[in-house]
């Protein structure tokens, strides 16, 4: 079979510094490090932070949707509401860390809509709280999820997340490919019909 080298850095395989320093993180495909002098080993532990600290996405149309999340093996979707309390954000910062086989991705639920949004908790009975669905890609190219319905507290969401990870929740088949989608202003409706 072909080597690291050969298979991500065929374009550099003829000029590769030596030592050549490379890194692989979140599902991500190798990263290298280039230098033109003598490197410092701090520089070199600041590029491995960098690199391998994990990168929740905001997604806003399905294209974004598609390339951050249903393209990976397991992802979670997060939908937010108006604004993120400062205790969500580092429970899904910890999450994001601890889980780093699962692809995290945010979405605003107040702007936009993701295509199965009729079978999640209700923005009202979770208030801001984020809600997170795990979706995963299954044969034929269909896809299913499992939305978490507890509390948005990290040891409860971390344990949903661990059963998803080992495959023991039980996911349900979605009828189509997620989509995500800008809702529409409020009030438009009533205007085209008012024009028509």
């Not at 860390?97 to 692809?103: E, G, T």
């Not at 034929?140 to 059963?163: D, H, I, P, Q």
């Not at 929740?169 to 019909?193: F, H, M, N, W």
Request: with cysteine; aromatic share 8%; glycine share 4%.
């Amino acid at each position: 079979g072909k080597s690291t080298i050969q298979r991500f850095f065929k374009s550099k395989s003829k000029d590769l510094p030596n030592p050549f320093f490379f890194v692989v993180a979140n599902r991500q495909q190798p990263r290298s490090f280039s230098f033109k002098s003598t490197v410092s080993p701090r520089t070199l532990v600041d590029f491995a932070v960098r690199a391998t600290t994990p990168v929740m996405y905001s997604v806003s149309d399905s294209s974004e949707l598609r390339t951050h999340c249903l393209s990976k093996k397991m992802c979670a979707i997060v939908l937010l509401g108006n604004e993120l309390e400062q205790q969500d954000n580092t429970t899904l910062t910890r999450l994001s860390k601890k889980f780093r086989s699962i692809a995290f991705v945010a979405a605003n639920s107040t702007t936009h809509a993701i295509s199965f949004e009729d079978s999640l908790p209700s923005r009202e009975w979770v208030g801001n709280s984020p809600r997170l669905v795990v979706v995963q890609p299954q044969p034929k190219k269909r896809f299913a999820a499992k939305a978490y319905r507890g509390v948005f507290e990290e040891n409860l969401v971390s344990t949903f997340l661990e059963s998803a990870n080992d495959g023991r929740l039980q996911l349900a088949t979605l009828r189509a490919k997620p989509t995500l989608t800008a809702r529409k202003p409020k009030g438009k409706d009533s205007k085209d019909k008012a024009s028509k």
